[in-house]
Nanobody, 125 residues
Framework: QVQLVESGGGLVQAGGSLRLSCAASGFNLDYHVIGWFRQAPGKEREGVSCLSTHDGTVYHRASAKGRFIISRDRVKNTVYLQMNNLKPEDTAVYYC??????????????????WGQGTQVTVSS
């Protein structure tokens, strides 16, 4: 059974850090693109960071550049999102998602095949 399970969310003060994990089971993350998306109340789901496991190509949305790091542990079949210098506007439910392929392509939720259940990140001011 294909499954993505996120963990690591929580409540943190502005300026703090969190590391989200996305553990995959039922399939190997090789030749996939892993994306982290987030959705705040009343807003559309948006792409935050993406990683091609084929060539390591990375995408970060502008507001995440310099603060977030996406990485992969091949042995654990897990992708991480290290979030530093968090801001109240980062508050949202964070989801990891996966799609087959070796290029990042369009950062759109509609083209991702597998999704996790989401983990809440709350940043207090």
């Amino acid at each position: 059974q294909v499954q993505l399970v996120e963990s690591g969310g929580g409540l943190v003060q502005a300026g703090g850090s969190l590391r989200l994990s996305c553990a995959a089971s039922g399939f190997n993350l090789d030749y996939h693109v892993i994306g982290w998306f987030r959705q705040a109340p009343g807003k559309e789901r948006e792409g935050v960071s993406c990683l091609s496991t084929h060539d390591g190509t990375v995408y970060h949305r502008a507001s995440a550049k310099g603060r977030f790091i996406i990485s992969r542990d091949r042995v654990k079949n897990t992708v991480y999102l290290q979030m530093n210098n968090l801001k109240p506007e980062d508050t949202a439910v964070y989801y990891c998602a996966a799609k087959r392929g070796d290029s990042l392509g369009q950062v759109s939720p509609s083209i991702y095949l597998y999704w996790g259940q989401g983990t809440q990140v709350t940043v207090s001011s």
